[in-house]
């Protein structure tokens, strides 16, 4: 079926490195996504967000790739901080939701910051 | 703190009981959403509400589950005869609907987290 999904439930970088998080899509419908970071016992905080019409978004550390391609996003933090260390997850907002907050979202990538 | 607030935060419950959880939005915010997140998933979508009327339901939303919101303003879901497969956390999110074509931003609150024994 179609899924807004992440490729790895885990990743683990040194303090300093660069982190590089994806996600793969299949609905070509999609034309809003949306990166949120979870901390433990927190709801989803809003990282980055890019449209279709766009293929690249820098935010402050974090940028956000989009391959419509190949339906691929993918979320860059650099510097990765321990501060850094969360649940990150994908999610789409498809035309046929309309302009609403409805949002599909992936299965979620645990991001581990080693000091 | 102006976010979003939800309570209880925990909730623990026998099988057959009522449950109703609260979400007090972003005062700003006309839009208001409840989602449901299992362990190790993202959340998913329930219904959400514009001003009081509510305008769209999930299928996950089955005849045991009521969500109003009868002033505009805060929200309250409730489960009726819980069953272990209610466990989860619920999510409740507040926006402001877009200008033009703006996409919408969400704010989540922390969740109340359900345990159904």
């Known amino acids: 079926g179609e899924s807004v999904g992440l490729h790895l439930p885990t990743l683990s970088v040194q303090e300093g490195d660069n982190s590089i998080i994806n996600c793969a899509y299949s609905?070509?419908?999609?034309?809003?996504f949306i990166w949120y970071k979870q901390e433990s016992g927190k709801g989803p905080q809003f990282i980055i967000d890019?449209?279709?019409?766009?293929d690249k978004r820098q935010g402050q550390r974090v940028t956000v790739l989009l391959n419509k391609t190949v339906k691929h996003l993918s979320l860059q933090i650099a510097a990765t901080q321990p501060g850094d260390s969360a649940v990150y997850f994908c999610?789409?907002?498809?035309?046929?939701?309309?302009?609403?907050?409805?949002?599909?979202f992936g299965q979620g990538t645990t991001l581990q910051v080693k000091p | 703190d102006t976010g979003v607030s939800q309570n209880p935060r925990h909730k623990i419950t026998k099988r057959g009981q009522n449950v109703t959880f609260r979400c007090d939005p972003i005062?700003?915010?006309?839009?208001l959403y409840w989602y449901r997140q299992t362990l190790g998933q993202g959340p998913e979508f329930l219904t959400y509400?514009?001003?009081?009327?509510?305008?769209?339901k999930s299928r996950l939303l089955s005849d045991r589950f009521s969500a109003e919101r009868p002033k505009g303003s805060f929200s309250t879901l409730e489960i009726q005869r819980t069953e272990q497969g209610d466990s989860a956390m619920y999510l409740c999110?507040?926006?402001?609907?877009?200008?033009?074509?703006?996409?919408?931003?969400?704010?989540f609150g922390s969740g109340t987290q359900l345990s159904v024994l």
């Open positions: 999110a507040s926006s402001s609907t877009p200008r033009g074509k703006a996409n919408e931003k969400l704010f």
């Open positions: 609905n070509s419908a999609s034309d809003y």
């Open positions: 890019i449209r279709s019409n766009m």
């Open positions: 999610a789409e907002n498809r035309r046929l939701s309309g302009n609403t907050g409805k949002l599909i």
């Open positions: 005062s700003e915010h006309n839009r």
């Open positions: 509400f514009q001003n009081e009327a509510q305008l769209e």
